[in-house]
């Protein structure tokens, strides 16, 4: 048996007569006069192939095994379809069945299962429509993020997942420790750390920006694609402890030039699905989000809004909304805020810059007024936040100040200002939620349902 396969894909796509051996899990199962409809599929592509198989062909005893779930290959001739629903059917003249399931234990008999009961078994979701859906638009949604910086000429570097950093200054990270809990060393009455693997706290990664930011100049133009981890107690649709972010950085670049790409870069992915995925996207139209092809449509082609934080607040206070959180200069925006702002107000995706340093992290470019940072966020119509970034404070002196003003320890970022203090540069560079994306151009609701096992307060599963 290799690798090299025919896959359904292929088949559909076939001319008959011709003898093929169809490989895949059933999905459904008719049985009728004479007569059985199997429908099965390898993933490869949003349709089924039906398998006919007439009686006679198999032996009972074969038959009663083609079950929901099982995994066959099924050899025989593709021919025309006489019924509508597919062009081509396979006609079976034999089956190998590999894997069988037991109805009465295979837990995925439903037609319609709820996604909360989806979600308890994350190992077998993938075989339905709406994950396979989901899965092949995440594949070919990160390819798209690779193919649009390798074409623009961006280094892709791998940035380390075990870091002793705190990239957002935030506080949120999981620890990383060899030490025994039940027995903690200690010195001083604290935990002593130089016992540890690593001779100091270290965490996973909360993102992989200060890295690329050292690449960013030695490389000019770089980017990050790889898994963060926030220890954040969000039990939200939009919130995951671990999740993957695209993250650019740019040398010889403003602000003005980081908004460019990354509305250049939305754009670009969406045309790419809209292109490569009809299949999957039609089913997202039909079942989960009406419009949404329409509305990447309408993004695709149309220019993003840009605004500052202070119109933003502007906005929010004219719009006579009553909104849970209040609404003054200085405040973060929540998401009944971003999404008032990109759904109502402008009606398309918005980037918002120049935010109160105080609610934003150090690293953030400090503007003349002393007040503002050069951030930047894009919000999205249905998901709010989708990108967060900022052009980079490159000052040593003011750097150093910030730190200082955020409580962070210097000694802990002494390699990241050396970067100010020896060929430092302008450079800008944003963070793109993976999932916040997939989201966006799938429709669905919870973000728990567009990574493969997703990891939230309270749950990691498999
Ligand atoms: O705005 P954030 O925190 O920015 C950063 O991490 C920067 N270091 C990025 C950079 O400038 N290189 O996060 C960036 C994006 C958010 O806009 C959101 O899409 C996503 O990451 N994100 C999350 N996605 C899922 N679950 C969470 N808990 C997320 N937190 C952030
Ligand atoms: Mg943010």
């Not at 490989?23 to 199997?38: A, L, N, P």
């Not at 837990?107 to 989806?118: C, G, H, I, T, V």
């Not at 270290?202 to 930011?213: D, I, P, Y």
Request: charged residues 30%; glycine residues 8%; proline residues 5%.
């Amino acid at each position: 048996m290799d690798y090299r396969r025919t896959y359904i894909r292929d088949i559909l796509q076939t001319t008959p007569p011709a003898e093929v051996s169809a490989y895949g899990w059933v999905k459904t199962r008719r049985d009728s006069k004479g007569i059985h409809f199997v429908q099965i599929s390898d993933g490869s592509c949003f349709t089924d192939l039906q398998v006919v198989i007439e009686d006679g062909v198999m032996p009972e005893e074969t038959l009663k095994k083609i079950t929901i779930g099982a995994c066959a290959r099924f050899d025989g001739t593709l021919v025309e379809s006489p019924a509508a629903g597919q062009s081509v059917e396979l006609k079976a003249s034999g089956v190998q069945i590999y894997g069988e399931a037991d109805p009465s234990e295979y837990p995925m008999q439903k037609k319609r299962a709820s996604f909360e009961f989806l979600r308890e078994h994350a190992h077998f979701r993938t075989r339905g429509n709406t994950f396979g859906a989901v899965f092949r638009m995440r594949d070919k949604l990160s390819w798209a993020i690779h193919k649009f910086f390798e074409e623009r000429n961006f280094l892709y570097v791998h940035t380390p997942i075990i870091t002793t950093s705190d990239c957002e200054g935030a506080g949120e990270m999981f620890g990383v420790t060899t030490l025994d809990m039940q027995n903690l060393p200690t010195q001083n009455g604290g935990v002593d750390y130089e016992k540890d693997f690593f001779g100091k706290p270290a965490f996973l990664t909360v993102s992989g920006q200060l890295g690329v930011e050292a690449f960013t100049l030695a490389f000019t133009n770089c980017y990050t694609f790889g898994p963060t981890f926030r220890a954040e107690n969000s039990n939200t649709p939009r919130h995951l402890a671990e999740f993957w972010m695209i993250e650019p950085e740019m040398a010889f670049c403003d602000i003005e030039g980081n908004m460019n790409l990354a509305e250049e870069m939305l754009k670009y992915l969406i045309r790419f699905l809209l292109d490569e995925c009809e299949d999957d996207l039609r089913f997202f139209n039909k079942w989960i989000e009406p419009a949404v092809i329409e509305t990447l449509e309408h993004v695709a082609a149309s220019e993003f809004a840009r605004i500052s934080y202070g119109e933003a607040i502007e906005l929010l206070k004219k719009s006579g909304e009553s909104f849970e959180f209040p609404v003054y200069w200085g405040a973060d925006l929540q998401t009944e805020h971003e999404r008032f702002l990109t759904e109502k107000e402008l009606k398309k995706p918005v980037i918002i810059i120049d935010w109160p340093k105080e609610i934003k992290p150090f690293y953030m470019r400090v503007n003349d007024d002393d007040k503002t940072v050069r951030g930047m966020d894009v919000l999205v119509p249905r998901i709010g936040e989708i990108i967060g970034g900022s052009q980079r404070e490159e000052r040593l002196n003011v750097l150093t100040q910030r730190i200082k003003e955020c409580d962070l320890d210097e000694k802990d970022y002494r390699w990241y200002l050396d970067l100010r203090k020896f060929g430092s540069a302008p450079h800008s560079g944003f963070g793109l939620g993976l999932e916040r994306m997939m989201m966006y151009v799938t429709g669905m609701k919870n973000i728990r349902d567009v990574i493969p096992f997703y990891r939230v307060p309270g749950s990691a599963e498999f």
